[in-house]
Structures are given as C-alpha cells and as structure tokens.
C-alpha cells in the first residue's frame, strides 16, 4: 500500500484506538487534537516557510473570540463558526503580516509576539464584547453538521475535533506537495535562488502566514465551540512558545512531527504534571533537551536514526 | 523582433557601498550566443547578477525588451524573460529532484521538457538534491531554470568542477537549447576553449569593465588576445 495512505490509516486508526482506550479522558484528548490543528498551522509558516515566530496565539485567539460571538450574536452552526474563525485568523495574518513579512529573524520574532499581546490588550479593554477579564461567556454551539449535538461526556466533540484535525491535516499534505508548498520550502532553504527564478518572496511569505493564520483560527474556533468559553489565555505567548516547543519536539516541516510533537508534549504535561504538580516543567526541559541533543530533526526522526545506529552497529560488529 | 533585447549602458554597479562593475555597456540580442570570459574577480558573476537585479546599482541603466529593469525587483525581471543558473547551483538539498523542478514550474512547461534534455534527472527523480554528483546538480540548476521559460539563459560558470565528459554533455545541452535562435545564451566562463567553441560573439572583462568585444572567431583566429586581454589562455 501506498506509503501516504498507510500513514492516513494510522492516524485514523490512532484516532479511534485513542477513543476506545480513554474514554474518560475525552476532554483532554480533543484539547490534544485542537493543539495539533494549532501546531500544523506553526508547521506551515515555520517548518515549511521558515517564517520564525513566537506570536501563533494571536491568530488562535482571534479565532476563538470570532467563533464565540459569531455564536453568541449570529448563527450558533458549528462549521459556520470555524469558518468565522478562519476568516478571523486569515484576516488578522494577512494584515500583520503585510507588515511582518518585510522583517525577518529577531525583528519578526519581537514583532510577532507584540502582534499577540496587542490582541490580548484589546480583547481585555473591549469588554463589553470579549468579556474583558471574565472570557468570553454563554458559546452554545448547535447541532455538528444538524445531527450531533455537543454532549456533556465530549464524545460529539472528541470527532468533531478529530475531523477537523484531519481534515486540517490532508490539506496542508496537498499543500505541502504542491509546487506552491515546495516553493516555500525552497524559499526556506535558499530565498536569493527563489528570487532569481521568479518567486516574490514576500508575497508567498505572506500567503504561506495568511494560510497558517486561518488554520490557527480554525484551532482556536474549535477549542471555543467545544469549551463553550474564550479567555485572555487565547492569545497568550506560553500558547505560542508551547506550539512551537511541540513543533520542534516532534520535528519541523513534515506535518507528522506536529502530530507527535503535541501528543508526546501534552501526554508528558499531563502524567508529569498528575505526579508534581510544582517539577513538571523539568520533565519537559529535560525531554526536550534531549530531543534536541540526540534527535534535532525531531521525534519523527527517530526511526531513520535508530536503523542508522543498527547499520552502524552491524558494520562494527562485522 | 527587436535587436536589442537586453541592453545594459553605462553600469555601475556592486555589493552594497562597493563598486565592482564600472561603467559598463552591452547588449544582446534575440537568440544570440554570448560568451563572457575573464580571470576570477574580473566582474563576470556581478554582470550577472547586476543583469537578475541581486546587486546595487550605483549608475546607468538596464532596459530588457524597451522596459526598463533598474527598479525593478529580481523575480519581475524572472517573469519578464531572464533566466539565472547560478555558479553555486543551489540546490534545495531537502527536496526530491522532481520537487526542485516542480518548485519552479511555470506556465505550461513540464516536467517532461527537463527530462527530454537531461535524462539523467529522470532516472534520479526521486533522489534528494544533494544525493546527486555535482554533473547532476548542475543538470537540475539548469532544467530548474528553464522550468521558468527565459527568453535569455545567463550561465555563471556552469562547467566550473565538472568531469571533461560531464562538460561536454552540457555544451551539447547548450547548443540545443540555442540551436532554434529563439533563446538568447550567455554563458560565462573560465574554459575559454568551450566558450569560444560555443559562442558567435565575446567578451572580455576585467577590473569590472569590457575590455575586449567581438566575433568568437577573432578570439580563435589570434590566440594571443585572449592572453593580451585578461591573462588567460586557450591551447594552440
């Protein structure tokens, strides 16, 4: 069987098995999946673009506080609402980005994160309408495409979100396939080259951002339909840097390691965490130390490493 | 058909507050094969790349097709007609040789033109760029560029490390993409053998200025105005 359609099973595969496994754990393991839409969002601008930033949570939250009063004061449709969200997330990328994309390294990491916390300072001041402080209350989402309700134990939420993430993530796959997506790459990897054979830069920067920026509205949309509430921490830079640590964790620029990256990360927080609640953060430094050290291409690398290390292992030992 | 279809007058021209070219004026016509020859830090890549608008211009002017290029931005210049294969090839090491194709594609070129000219890269099309010899990775720096149609293929030192027999296969590549007269060729060069074996018309630079221009069949004719000009030699 096709490589790629074998690695769609799995997920799909995972994703159920993940349902049968924890069926208590509902809650936290669609917080997982709305994560994973976030990260795949960072693994477009960073891993595929190389855009380097530390502000993702802005978008996410724009698309949450979208998704919750498009709710709240228009149409309660689930799918509206995330297409709500992505408008808000696109919108808001698109018009940072016109500026954020002409400034690069340092600049557009301190840029990125100001974009965040100028977001998180507007949504405090304009209560009225976000709910200031208090987060955004009273998101009664309605039925998922007419026929599933949202149900109190998560499991209407636990496919939602399942669907969306896979949904999320075969587009990015055609994406990144696409000669658009490995332009991107290119421009990652050598931009005077790309110049020289015609690509603007800037403009497929910004295109890449605005993208990345509807797939993090459609992460933070999702997490407000199924919370029912949208908070300040919607646009917070532990969100961002979070993201972008699960990123790297489970390796940029393939899609899977954001997949893996978040899982490890939130599985890890959350046992390390149940344990010590005051020294988990050392588990996570550690781990992503490591990671770091032995596997700088990232977890999803893992496996080209180990049969490395057994090559190299046989050719010692003959 | 215009004669002149790319025309640079009185150029100045570097990296940043540096002036490596001085003054410089040329022209080249429609389906022309020009060959710019010159001993290293003579100029030859900075004409290029001065050409692609990757340099700072200090003075005078650059016109390809009547238009003018001096504001223009470097992928404008690309989508007007001007191809760069550039001396260091750059290619993106993490994609296939089908993906750095790919990532260039424009209009209605495909995939099986590059393949026509350089069968090689369809044979490895599923290796990653940097898993290719250096003949091969020239062979995709070059099919990368054509992907982008250019109506002007400028060449920066494209046989520089490459085997005698991997030269020769790129010379032919060369001479069919300009046999039909449609595709201007410059191709700069060390070989000047090669160079002047491929080319109507030279040119000679050093210290960032044309020092010698003429018929290619000058340079063969009195073989020691190669060396009078710019110190560099052809056998005898």
């Known amino acids: 069987m096709n490589r790629r359609l074998l690695s769609l099973l799995l997920i799909l595969l995972a994703g159920g098995a993940a349902y049968l496994l924890f069926p208590y754990n509902l809650a936290f393991l669609t917080r997982i999946l709305i994560m994973i839409v976030l990260v795949l969002s960072l693994d477009l601008i960073l891993g595929l673009a190389g855009i380097a930033t530390l502000g993702q949570a802005a978008m996410y939250g724009a698309g949450a506080y979208a998704a919750g009063l498009f709710a709240i004061h228009v149409w309660a449709d689930p799918v509206a609402g995330l297409l709500a969200g992505a408008v808000a997330g696109a919108l808001l990328a698109a018009v940072s980005g016109a500026v954020l994309m002409r400034t690069q390294g340092l600049t557009l990491i301190m840029l990125t994160i100001a974009v965040a916390q100028i977001c998180a300072e507007i949504a405090n001041r304009a209560r009225g309408v976000t709910g200031g402080a208090d987060g955004l209350r009273g998101i009664r989402p309605g039925k998922v495409l007419g026929l599933w309700e949202f149900d109190f134990i998560g499991i209407t939420g636990y496919w939602y979100a399942f669907a969306v993430m896979f949904l999320v993530f075969l587009a990015l796959a055609v994406i990144a396939r696409s000669p658009f997506g490995l332009s991107l790459r290119g421009i990652h990897e050598s931009p005077e080259r790309m110049v020289a054979i015609g690509v603007s830069i800037y403009r497929r920067r910004l295109a890449a951002y605005t993208m990345g920026g509807a797939i993090a509205g459609i992460a933070g949309a999702l997490s407000a339909q199924i919370t029912q509430l949208v908070s300040l921490e919607s646009f917070s830079f532990t969100l961002s840097a979070e993201a972008l640590i699960m990123l790297i964790l489970g390796g940029t620029g393939r899609l899977y390691g954001a997949i893996l990256g978040t899982v490890i990360f939130m599985a890890v927080h959350h046992v390390a965490a149940a344990n010590d609640p005051f020294n988990w953060l050392f588990v996570i430094g550690a781990l992503v130390l490591v990671v770091v050290f032995f596997l700088p291409r990232g977890l999803v690398a893992l496996p080209a490493s180990l049969k490395r290390l057994a090559k190299g292992g046989r050719h010692a030992g003959s | ?236």
Do not use: W
């Not at chain 2, 001085?22 to 022209?27: E, K, N």
């Not at chain 2, 080249?28 to 100029?43: C, F, H, S, T, Y």
């Open chain 2, 1 to 236: 058909m215009a004669d002149r279809l790319l025309e640079l007058g009185n150029v100045t021209a570097g990296y940043g507050p540096t002036h490596v070219l001085r003054d410089l004026s040329l022209s080249v016509a429609p389906g022309e094969r020009l060959a710019v020859i010159g001993r290293n830090g003579a100029g030859k890549t900075t004409l290029l790349n001065t050409i692609m608008g990757l340099t700072r211009l200090h003075g005078g002017h650059l016109r390809y097709g009547g238009r003018s290029l001096d504001r223009m931005a470097p992928h404008r210049r690309n989508g007007l007609g001007l191809g760069l294969v550039p001396q260091t090839r750059d290619i993106f090491p993490s994609l296939t040789v089908e993906e750095n194709l790919l990532s260039c594609l424009r209009g209605d070129a495909t995939l099986e033109e590059a393949y026509a000219l350089f069968p090689r890269l369809k044979e490895r099309r599923r290796n990653g760029g940097m898993q290719l010899s250096g003949g091969e990775q020239q062979m995709l720096s070059i099919a990368r560029t054509l992907m982008t149609r250019p109506e002007v293929l400028l060449l920066d030192e494209p046989l520089e490390g490459l085997a005698p027999v991997i030269c020769e296969q790129l010379m032919a590549v060369f001479e069919e993409l300009a046999k039909d007269g449609t595709r201007a060729v410059v191709l700069v060069e060390q070989h000047a053998e090669a160079a002047l074996a491929f080319a109507t018309r030279v040119i000679l630079m050093a210290n960032g200025t044309i020092v010698h221009e003429g018929p290619a069949g000058d340079l063969i004719a009195d073989k020691t105005l190669l060396h009078r000009h710019v110190g560099v030699g052809i056998d005898p």
